[in-house]
């Protein structure tokens, strides 16, 4: 079974302040992807990507930048994190662009 | 940009039942078609998928896909209680694995 871990699993974070989240993927997946979930509703694409060194904007990457260094590490930066950023976030990882994705735990944040 | 529907919102169904989830979309250049379950507080898991039109059936569950009708769905056999969960269906476009997902329907199925 493929393997997503993020960390933190929750966090509380301040208005205006910055917040990281970290995804890790032990599956050698080419494909990272960040979601996050509102409740009681689907998946929203953040940002993606396909390759070590290079992003792509998903469908609501506004108040978002991602980092990936390399092929397993894929982080979320919100750097003035926003009441609106409250949700779960998923991180995901496939093996090509039409592979299931797999998906981490979740990070449960909360802005404040 | 992709627009993703799914109807009922909610379902609640007695045990044994066949159930059955719809799911709608408005690109007819989409590829690839997925259901994920989510059990209340974990990850969402792929359940199912099909790449072109017809019929897909693995154990208790069965996927349809029409692309003329921009429209496919999720059939379960003998519902169990284990199946109470939200049904996310997503669609990819396939050039970059980009999903886009509904907003689920929540399945409670009653022992």
């Known amino acids: 079974e493929a393997a997503v871990t993020q960390s933190p699993r929750s966090k509380v974070a301040v208005t205006g302040g910055k917040v990281t989240l970290s995804c890790h993927q032990t599956?050698?997946?080419?494909?990272m992807y960040w979601y996050r979930q509102d409740t009681g509703h689907g998946l929203r694409l953040i940002h993606y990507s396909y390759v070590a060194d290079s992003t792509e904007k998903g469908d609501i990457p506004d108040g978002y930048k991602a980092s990936r260094p390399s092929q397993e590490n894929f982080s979320l930066i919100l750097e003035l994190a926003s009441l609106s950023q409250t949700a779960v976030y998923f991180c995901?990882?496939?093996?090509?662009?039409?592979?299931?994705?797999?998906f981490g735990p979740g990070t449960r944040l909360t802005v404040l | 940009q992709q627009n993703v529907q799914q109807s009922p919102e909610s379902l609640i169904v007695p045990e044994g039942a066949r159930t059955s989830l719809n799911c709608t979309f408005s690109d007819s250049a989409s590829q690839y078609f997925w259901w994920y379950r989510q059990h209340s507080g974990k990850a969402p898991k792929a359940l199912m998928?099909?790449?072109?039109?017809g019929e897909k059936e693995e154990g208790r569950f069965t996927i349809h896909l029409n692309k003329a009708s921009l429209h496919f769905s999720l059939h379960i056999r003998d519902s169990q209680p284990s199946d109470s969960a939200l049904y996310l269906c997503?669609?990819?476009?396939?050039?970059?694995?980009?999903?886009?997902f509904g907003d689920g329907t929540v399945l409670t199925v009653k022992p």
């Open positions: 998928s099909i790449f072109s039109n």
């Open positions: 997503a669609v990819s476009m396939g050039n970059t694995g980009k999903l886009t």
């Open positions: 599956n050698n997946h080419d494909y």
């Open positions: 995901a990882s496939s093996d090509n662009n039409y592979a299931e994705q797999f």
